[in-house]
C-alpha cells in the first residue's frame, strides 16, 4: 500500500471518489472535477489517498486551520473500499494525518464518527482518540 496526497483533480479521482463517497454516505453526492479541485486548492485542506497497486482503495481528508486558541485539525470524510477493509488502509490514512497535523503544530486533532461504524470507532480508540464530553450541533443550511 502506498500513501499519497492528492495534488490535483482527475478523471481517475473523480472516479475513485465517485465508487468511494456512496459507501461512505447515501446523502452526499461525490464531488465534481471542479468541486474537486476547488477542495485541493483549500489551504490546509489535504486530501491523503491509499493506492493498492495503482487503484485508489482509500481516502481522508484533513483540515488544518489557525484560530485564535491555536491550529486546530480534523479528519473528515475517511472511507476504506469495502474490498479493503481490515487491512490497514484506515488506519494507515490515520497515522499519516496525525503525522502531518502534529508536523504542522496542531494542538489536537478531531473527528468525529458514527457509533453504528464499531470498525472505525475500535481503531480510532486504539489509535489514542478519546470521545469528548461535548455537545455536538448542526444547522443545515
Same mark, same amino acid.
Given at each position: 500500500?502506498?500513501?499519497? !496526497?492528492?495534488?490535483?483533480?482527475?478523471?481517475?479521482?473523480?472516479?475513485?471518489?465517485?465508487? *468511494?463517497?456512496?459507501?461512505?454516505?447515501?446523502?452526499?453526492?461525490?464531488?465534481?472535477?471542479?468541486?474537486?479541485?476547488?477542495? *485541493?486548492?483549500?489551504?490546509?485542506?489535504?486530501?491523503?489517498?491509499?493506492?493498492?497497486?495503482?487503484?485508489?482503495?482509500?481516502?481522508?481528508?484533513?483540515?488544518?486551520?489557525?484560530?485564535?486558541?491555536?491550529?486546530?485539525? !480534523?479528519?473528515?470524510?475517511?472511507?476504506?473500499?469495502?474490498?479493503?477493509?481490515?487491512?490497514?488502509?484506515?488506519?494507515?490514512?490515520?497515522?499519516?494525518?496525525?503525522?502531518?497535523?502534529?508536523?504542522?503544530?496542531?494542538?489536537?486533532?478531531?473527528?468525529?464518527?458514527?457509533?453504528?461504524?464499531?470498525?472505525?470507532?475500535?481503531?480510532?480508540?486504539?489509535?489514542?482518540?478519546?470521545?469528548?464530553?461535548?455537545?455536538?450541533?448542526?444547522?443545515? *443550511?
Amino acid at each position: 500500500m502506498q500513501l499519497e !496526497r492528492a495534488s490535483a483533480a482527475s478523471a481517475e479521482l473523480v472516479e475513485a471518489l465517485a465508487r *468511494l463517497v456512496p459507501q461512505l454516505s447515501r446523502t452526499s453526492a461525490p464531488p465534481s472535477e471542479d468541486e474537486l479541485a476547488e477542495l *485541493l486548492d483549500q489551504r490546509g485542506t489535504t486530501l491523503l489517498l491509499a493506492r493498492e497497486g495503482e487503484a485508489i482503495m482509500g481516502v481522508l481528508t484533513l483540515v488544518v486551520v489557525r484560530i485564535p486558541t491555536g491550529v486546530k485539525a !480534523r479528519i473528515e470524510d475517511v472511507v476504506v473500499d469495502e474490498s479493503a477493509r481490515g487491512k490497514g488502509v484506515g488506519e494507515a490514512l490515520t497515522r499519516e494525518a496525525l503525522r502531518l497535523a502534529a508536523a504542522a503544530q496542531a494542538v489536537h486533532v478531531e473527528l468525529s464518527s458514527h457509533p453504528s461504524r464499531e470498525a472505525a470507532n475500535r481503531l480510532y480508540r486504539r489509535l489514542g482518540f478519546a470521545e469528548r464530553e461535548t455537545n455536538v450541533y448542526r444547522h443545515r *443550511l
